[in-house]
């Protein structure tokens, strides 16, 4: 399968699970599915393309230098310098601000915020991963300091 099919398919599998997570009722079943089916098939795809491309058996980091440096920004860019490394680095993504999300509909489910609050705020968790996140994290702090509770 080449990394453009594999980029296509985790970008699909995320807006079925964020379209869901926005769009359909919350009952057990669809938050396990977005879980299991979304983040945890995106974490499966991360660990897999990640431990093939850091051990070289496909689409080699780097050229020149294909030892991985987390520690410098030329090191960083040489890891999204092939087809490989962007689609690895965007799946990376996709399974955080996916978990992330999950997180803040679970989270304004039980604070009682109606969805027409929290979908804005998925989507711009969807859209910008951090600033969706300090949105909520703004926006939940007086209800969960009202009702006493911080997790």
């Known amino acids: ?30 938050l396990a599915a977005v879980l299991y089916l979304g983040v945890g098939l995106l974490c499966l795809v991360y660990a897999a393309g990640l431990v093939s491309l850091l051990g070289g058996l496909v689409d080699p980091v780097g050229p020149a230098n294909p030892a991985v440096d987390f520690t410098t920004i030329e090191g960083v860019r040489s890891i999204f310098g092939s087809n490989g490394g962007v689609t690895i680095g965007w799946t990376h993504y996709l399974a955080f601000d996916l978990f992330v999300g999950l997180w803040i509909a679970r989270d304004a489910d039980a604070k009682q915020f109606s969805r027409l609050v929290q979908a804005p705020i998925l989507l711009a ?27």
């Open 125 to 151: 968790t969807f859209l910008a991963g951090p600033l969706g996140l300090l949105v909520w994290l703004v926006v939940r702090e007086r209800r969960a300091r009202a009702q006493g509770r911080w997790s």
């Open 1 to 30: 399968m080449s990394w453009e099919a594999v980029f296509g398919a985790v970008n699909l599998l995320a807006m079925v699970a964020w379209a869901a997570l926005i769009l359909v009722p919350r009952k057990p079943v669809l």
